[in-house]
């Protein structure tokens, strides 16, 4: 799979996401969106909806199965989750395994 086609879902997600935040919570999406720590536009609880929401998505529209919480993901130096950039990298190096 193309990063590009991985960015744009990711994009998408964190979009639908952001459609249900009460107008003053809404924030503009791009690669540097920080998504979690210090000036995340999200709380914990909202991550975890993008991240369930993602491994639907690429499950059962691309017939990937990830898991974007294992034990490697969360014990790298620097979190897939910290901005959509990251996240995009990290999706992109699960899907080419």
Known sequence: MIKSIISEIVVSQLRELIETLQA???????????????????????????????????????????SLTDDRAMTREISPFDNVNSLVDYINELINE
Not at 39 to 55: A, H, T
């Open 24 to 66: 003053d919570e809404q924030f503009e999406v791009n690669e540097n969106t920080i998504l979690f720590g210090n000036g995340s536009s999200i709380d914990s609880l909202s991550l975890v909806s993008l991240i369930v929401d993602l491994e639907m998505v690429f499950s059962d529209d691309h017939e990937f199965d990830l």
